[in-house]
Every structure is written in structure tokens, then in C-alpha cells.
């Protein structure tokens, strides 16, 4: 992908894209890690010559929703010619909580990406929009194996990390992120924008190995998982 001195990549999102990253200036961190570090590395240097920008703007536990309250902040002001978004795996986990219906959560997560591309298309005009498919991956509590993780140091049990216990939960989030990926899907191509879909191949790569290895607790990628966004990310963009 050709950028010049004039492009700023931003990527929007939850804590898959949050990456654990500074929210000052450090260039070690700033970016967090994650597959957006990947991708920005690699267009970054592809790029060197031009010399063009990043940003990293997830946030860890966000719905659409929230990510649209701090949009002008964080979307509008930045001035990117280029804007990534991945979210909604938190849109279905909310709606349980709240009490709210699958269709009400999904219907929500529309409305909220549909309100964030028609204001940065107002604001910014015709920029190169990117929307990346949400996923969950439920990994039933008596096949989960910390061995299955790519570190080591993780394989001994963590309290309160791994995967799901409660049935209805997991039957909602099933569900809710399953019409939340058609939805993503259906918003990026009525608006012109560039659809990353990213299930099917996590699911294809989950059959060859593990969930664990891919997605360590069934919704945030490990090293592995991240590196399938970022290639499918670039995959989708070389496409245009």
C-alpha cells in the first residue's frame, strides 16, 4: 500500500486494538502490540521514503457506542486519510449485561458504525474507511488448555483468566457477535468501505491447531491471531 508525507493511518477499536498502549508520548509503546503494531511497521517502512503517520486509538472494553462518543476527539481532529475499525465483540457482551435482546444489541452496534462513517465522511470527505470483522470464538471450559497458549510462562493457570462458564452468556455472545459480523459486513458495503473478514479464517487456521494458540480466552488473539488480522488487513487493502 502506497502512502505519502501526507496520510495518517488511525485505528479505531477495543482492547484488540488498544494493545495495552501508552496514552503518552512513548515510541516503545505507543502504538500497544497487536496486529495494528504490525501493520504499521510494515507500512512504515515500506513507506519510509514518504515518511507518513500513525495512531493508535483503542480502547480496552469500548463498545461502538463509546468509541462514537470520543470520535470527534480522537477520529475527526486527527485528520486521517486512512481509518481502520474494530469493534463490536464488546457490543455483545454488554447486551447481556444490560438485559437488552440480541436483536436490540445488534440493531445498536449498527446504528453507532453507521453514525461513525456518515460523520467521518462529513467531516473528513471521502477517506479510505476499513472495517474489520468482529469475532468470538467460545472454548468450552473442559477442552481448554493453558498448554495450547504460545508462551511458556502462561501455562500455568492464571485466577480468573480463561474461558467462560456461564451458558447463556456464551449462547448470547454467540449469537450477538454472529449477527454483529453480518452487520459489520453490511454497513462497510453499503458505504463504500474496505471489509476485512476475519472469522473464517481464524476458524480455518483454529481446525489445523487450537483455539488457545489463536485466541488465547476465545476473544483477544495472541501473537498468532494478531499476525492473521494484520495479513488479512493488508490483504484486503493490496485488493483495492
Not at 502462561?154 to 454467540?174: A, L, Q
Request: hydrophobic share 35%.
Amino acid at each position: 500500500m502506497k502512502l505519502t508525507d501526507k496520510d495518517i493511518v488511525l485505528f479505531s477499536g477495543d482492547s484488540i486494538t488498544d494493545g495495552n498502549r501508552v496514552k503518552r508520548m512513548d515510541l516503545n509503546h505507543i502504538m500497544g502490540h497487536g496486529y495494528q503494531f504490525i501493520v504499521s511497521a510494515k507500512l512504515a517502512l515500506d513507506n519510509s521514503d514518504t515518511m507518513p503517520k500513525f495512531v493508535n486509538k483503542g480502547y480496552s472494553g469500548y463498545r461502538m457506542g463509546q468509541l462514537l462518543e470520543k470520535w470527534q476527539e480522537d477520529v475527526i481532529d486527527n485528520k486521517p486519510t486512512v481509518l481502520s475499525i474494530l469493534a463490536g465483540v464488546n457490543d455483545g457482551h454488554s447486551g447481556y449485561l444490560e438485559g437488552i435482546t440480541v436483536d436490540e444489541t445488534v440493531e445498536r452496534y449498527r446504528k453507532n458504525l453507521e453514525d461513525a462513517i456518515a460523520l467521518t465522511k462529513e467531516k473528513l470527505g471521502n477517506i479510505k474507511i476499513i472495517v474489520c470483522e468482529p469475532f468470538y470464538f467460545n472454548i468450552p471450559a473442559d477442552v481448554y488448555n493453558n498448554r495450547r497458549i504460545p508462551h511458556p510462562e502462561c501455562e500455568e493457570s492464571v485466577p480468573s483468566f480463561g474461558p467462560e462458564t456461564d451458558v447463556n452468556h456464551i449462547e448470547y455472545r454467540k449469537e450477538a457477535t454472529e449477527k454483529i459480523r453480518i452487520a459489520a459486513r453490511a454497513v462497510a458495503e453499503e458505504n463504500g468501505c474496505v471489509f476485512v473478514p476475519l472469522y473464517d479464517r481464524f476458524k480455518e487456521e483454529a481446525e489445523k491447531s487450537r483455539v488457545e494458540y489463536l485466541i488465547w480466552d476465545g476473544t483477544h488473539p495472541t501473537v498468532a491471531g494478531h499476525m492473521l488480522i494484520a495479513e488479512e488487513w493488508l490483504k484486503a487493502l493490496d485488493k483495492e
